[in-house]
């Protein structure tokens, strides 16, 4: 028997299920009488329906035929609502918060063919920190519907027809769309057609047709399109730097996510896209900072890819036809956003062809291919773009490896490990004054390390103000170049610690004269050339009307020049040094006109000049070999140059310096052995120490066996005079500075005599040759005493050898005809070789 208070519990268990039952009924019948008066009346809807069952203990909903409006369509505050629904069920709604809190919230919501415009709620205003009342669905699932989505302006926002979706927690309000992402879930399926999506008044996104299966969707012609043309975006946003366009005929992904401000999703695949980009010409301003998006990608692929980067003047500054891109592993950060390239990688690959670039040059290449270890280039053609030629050229291949490519603290950190440049054929030309720029190495983190550097099968012809440089069949290749800082030029400076260069068919083109080489071989060690000459380009009646005073024109060959040694002619702390050069079989000419005016400025002597040279240079021993050297000067008083010929000359030279190498001995020796005027022997032996500021120097010498008619080729046009007899030899010892020179003359002659000639005819005056006889001594007898050389005063504005000159022909005129040229310095008439 049971007890009392039992059967009173079972009781009281069964009128209060009994009161649910009816509450629950007469709810439901409340619900379907009164319950769109209730929402009408107390929220900001109207909504009518055919049938509604609601469990109240539960929340869960059930209706069908539905429709429903704002009460105020002008009232902005809330979310907008209008249109049919076919079937709506609700899990566990929030009855208590729509009635009282005006909040809708569900677990699940189930929407069946809808058909409804939803007008967003106006943003959180600021100022005032009130916020639009919020729809909340954990879940969402819709059949069959048709959604368009409107801003609070009533412009559309979001479209979409034929829409099944199934979403968990979907959040949507406008507020997130401009500080977040539009839509944020956590787990989706979507099928949907004519999609539509207007983020702004410049562009608008639509889509043909979504669809998912099995975790993936794919995506049909996809289109971001301007809505205005570029003349209208320069117009209408001047402040903005570019306008875009994309479309993507089909595209796959799967595992998307969308949480807060993070776009995650992995293997996709963009087949076809087309981008378009125009560049304003306007420098973006620093913006005011805003909450960024974070991107993780994982093997992300783009397969046949066109991208077009357009200048503000409507011409191409960038056109792939063909790119391909496979990335497995892809983010954005907020970290990664403020570095140069704003994404982090794992591991990526590029290839593409048909790449044009246009920047002041149009550069063409056929095919490339890169990933961070490795890349190449194909068939690079470079051509002009305006008069001001850069380049012009085509290159077979450009192949790289590298070892680090990265950023640190917003700077390049780059470290190739080699590059390969082969076929290079064509014109490099350096850029005007208007075209060249301050190179600025404030993006770049140093030292740039690269291996090696090889450059192959090349032909170029470099040109710098309009002197072309011309290299065949260059081979050259570079190890260890190291790029370090250079702030105080604004740039940088190089190191290579070995290099290696050949060429053919060397030449090198200037105002006057063309430089050739048959053969250049060179490196750090050694220098070897074969053939080389320095032709001029202008005869010699051109080249005294181009100059403006005079100047000398040079003819010089050589069978062979070579060194040996250490330089370092690219490092900041620039340096040559060599052991030997030797220069074989040269043949050199050298012609002056004194038409011209005198150049008036001071000729330093040649230890100044070694001075002036800025880096340390030191050669233990040079060498001129075999070789011949002619001087030829021209008067307007004579009939054609007088000649001077040097032949069989040998030259050895002795500390060749700039009085810079530091340990390095600063006296050059000079000794010079050859045959005068094809016939005498001559030696010479010169001296000077590159290091003495006041540029003294010794010179003194020995020429025998001089027959007379020997300096006809010399005297005769030029002094028009000729002259028989014999210089048996001369010796010559001076010494000298900047002021003048001075020392001891001694000349064996015998038998020597003058003509004077008419300067036309070149016919003897017998007359005048008489008179000049009575004052030569005609015989030195056997052993003639010298004579001192004094007071020879140099002219700053003639060349070394002048003073050498007035040297030997104050010594001549003291021996020959007693004169003596320190008291006849007030004579006006002076020949015309002092001037020389």
């Known amino acids: 028997m049971k007890k009392p208070w039992v059967k009173k519990l079972l009781i009281g268990f069964g009128i209060l299920l009994g009161i649910i039952l009816l509450a629950n009924f007469g709810l439901n019948i409340w619900l379907k009488t009164q319950l769109p008066g209730y929402i009408k009346k107390n929220t900001d809807y109207r909504v009518t329906y055919k049938s509604l069952n609601v469990d109240l203990g539960t929340g869960n909903i059930l209706a069908t035929g539905i429709t429903v409006n704002n009460k105020n369509p002008e009232n902005t505050s809330v979310i907008g609502l209008q249109g049919t629904i076919d079937t709506l069920k609700i899990s566990r709604f929030g009855i208590y918060d729509a009635v009282f809190n005006k909040i809708i919230s569900s677990n699940d919501l189930l929407l069946s063919k809808p058909n409804l415009n939803i007008i967003l709620a106006k943003p959180v205003d600021k100022k005032t920190g009130k916020k639009p009342n919020p729809v909340r669905f ?27 979706l199934y979403v968990e927690n979907l959040q949507m309000t406008e507020e997130s769309v401009e500080e977040r992402l539009p839509v944020i879930f956590d787990q989706y399926d979507i099928k949907g057609k004519k999609f539509f999506f207007q983020p702004d008044d410049i562009y608008e996104l639509k889509i043909a047709k979504i669809a998912t299966a099995n975790g993936q969707i794919s995506v049909e012609n996809f289109q971001l399109q301007p809505l205005i043309s570029f003349e209208q975006f320069k117009k209408t946003y001047p402040e903005k730097s570019k306008m875009f366009q994309f479309m993507v005929p089909k595209m796959t992904f799967k595992d998307i996510s969308l949480k807060k401000n993070k776009v995650s999703l992995a293997n996709a695949v963009f087949v076809n896209p087309f981008i378009r980009t125009y560049d304003t010409g306007v420098s973006v301003k620093k913006a005011v900072k805003k909450k960024s998006f974070e991107l993780d990608l994982k093997n992300v692929k783009v397969s046949h890819a066109k991208i077009q980067m357009v200048k503000t003047n409507a011409k191409d500054f960038f056109f792939a036809q063909d790119l391909n891109l496979d990335i497995s592993e892809l983010q954005m950060t907020k970290e990664s956003s403020e570095e140069v390239i704003p994404v982090l990688y794992k591991d990526f690959k590029i290839s593409g062809n048909g790449i044009y670039y246009n920047d002041q040059q149009n550069l063409y290449a056929e095919s490339f291919s890169l990933t961070p270890k490795s890349g190449q280039i194909k068939n690079i053609i470079a051509k002009p773009t305006n008069s001001d030629l850069v380049m012009d050229f085509k290159t077979n291949l450009i192949k790289f490896n590298i070892n680090t490519f990265d950023f640190k603290n917003k700077k390049l950190n780059l470290n190739v490990k080699d590059i390969l440049i082969d076929g290079i054929n064509g014109k490099i030309a350096s850029a005007t004054t208007s075209q060249k720029k301050k190179n600025s190495a404030k993006g770049i983190h140093f030292p740039v390390k690269i291996g090696k550097i090889d450059l192959k099968n090349s032909n170029i012809i470099y040109e710098n103000h309009q002197q072309p440089l011309s290299l065949n069949n260059l081979n050259a290749s570079v190890e260890n170049l190291e790029l370090t800082d250079n702030s105080a030029k604004n740039g940088m400076a190089v190191k290579i610690k070995k290099y ?142 007088g000649k001077l010929t040097f032949s069989n000359f040998n030259m050895n030279v002795n500390n060749l310096n700039s009085a810079k190498m530091k340990g390095k001995p600063t006296q050059v020796s000079i000794k010079i052995d050859c045959q005068f005027m094809k016939t005498s022997p001559l030696a010479v032996n010169w001296s000077f120490n590159t ?89 030195s007898g056997q052993f003639p005493e010298s004579v001192v050389v004094e007071g020879v005063e140099r002219d700053p504005t003639k060349s070394f050898f002048n003073m050498f000159w007035k040297g030997i022909e104050s010594g001549l005129k003291k021996t020959l005809i007693g004169i003596n040229p320190d008291k006849a310095k007030n ?5 015309e070789s002092s001037k020389n």
């Open 138 to 164: 954990e879940n969402i699932r819709i059949n069959d519907g048709t959604i368009a989505v409107f801003r609070h302006t009533k412009q559309k926002f979001v479209g979409v027809e034929e829409l099944n």
């Open 500 to 641: 290696h260069a050949s060429a053919n068919d060397f030449s090198y083109k200037t105002k006057f004269y063309e430089m050739k080489m048959a053969t250049l071989s060179l490196n750090q060690n050694k220098l070897q050339i074969n053939r080389f000459a320095m032709i001029p380009l202008v005869s010699r009646a051109q080249f005294i009307r181009m100059i403006p005073v005079e100047k000398d024109l040079y003819d010089i060959k050589a069978a062979q020049i070579s060194a040996q040694g250490n330089w370092d002619l690219f490092s900041e702390n620039k340096s040559f040094y060599a052991s030997q050069v030797v220069i074989q079989s040269a043949n050199a000419n050298i012609f002056r006109s004194k038409i011209p005016e005198d150049d008036p400025k001071i000729k330093p002597l040649y230890s100044k000049l070694l001075r002036t040279i800025k880096i340390p240079m030191f050669v233990t021993n040079l060498q001129l070999k075999n070789s011949t050297l002619e001087y030829e000067e021209d008067t307007p008083k004579s009939s054609g140059p």
């Open 691 to 779: 290091a003495d500021q006041s540029d003294r120097f010794a010179i003194s010498g020995n020429l025998d066996n001089i027959p007379a008619v020997a300096l006809n080729s010399f005297i005769v046009p030029y002094m028009s005079v000729s002259a028989t007899g014999s210089i048996q030899q001369m010796l010559f010892n001076f010494k000298g500075d900047p002021k003048g020179i001075g020392g001891t003359f001694n000349i064996k002659h015998k038998d020597l005599k003058i003509s004077v000639l008419d300067k036309k005819s070149k016919e003897k005056k017998n007359l005048l040759s008489a008179v000049a006889n009575i004052f030569i001594k005609t015989d």
């Open 827 to 831: 004579n006006p008439k002076k020949t």
